[in-house]
């Protein structure tokens, strides 16, 4: 679905990043990998490039302007060309009520969710109007939803996909198209510590943990990264060729929209 294209993922780490980039290289991909972790970039490359791909590992910090012209420079140099980029990076902004959070640490929150995919998608546009490609958010389940103590958490996502929306009509002219993925629960190391320490808390089984919560999907089980990364490979390909300006959910049922 990818073949010979190039991909750049942003915030790969051990869960979702590492799918992204990994999804990509088995349907044909070579990949740009991004992150400020050098150790996670170079044990995925070293993944990437078992598969046959090639791949660039490229310590970078989306936050910093001069950083992400440095990425682009790079990405563009060592393959010449950019079909796809991830915008997977993520801080994970206050759990708290919003009439208590400090605006500063709101704010502090949009940076990296929100300004940092801006900043990357529009330094990336020349090159991907070159080549007619895509660009996926990483979104959340979060906009689906209003609980308590994810207000800021589902502000920066509605911004983030408010801006995706936008982008594609602004990119669209250019041949570029701009998609977003929101998933729910993804059955990752960062959930499968929490899950741990719920069940540890309560004296109860993992397992008991991950069933109560798979109760309230419709598939009754919770969504892998592999399986969320498929969903952005579809919309990176030419599969996907008309569509742009949508959000798939990717939540195993959880929510319908």
Known sequence: MLRDKVVVVSGVGPGLGRSLALRAAHAGADVVLAARTESVLAETAAEVEATGR?????PTDITDEPAVHALVKAAVDTFGRVDGLVNNAFAVPPMTPLADVRIEDVRSGFETNVYAALRTTRLFAPALAESGGSVVMINSVAVRHSKPLFGAYKMAKASLLALAQSLSTE??????RVNTVAPGYIWAPALRGYFAHL??????SERQVYDEVAAGLDLRRLPEPDEIADSVVFLLSDLSRAVTGQCLDVNG???HH
């Open 54 to 58: 090639r791949a660039l590992a490229v």
């Open 171 to 176: 990119l669209g002219p250019r041949g570029v």
């Open 199 to 204: 069940a540890n808390e309560r004296g109860v």
């Open 253 to 255: 049922g959880e929510y």
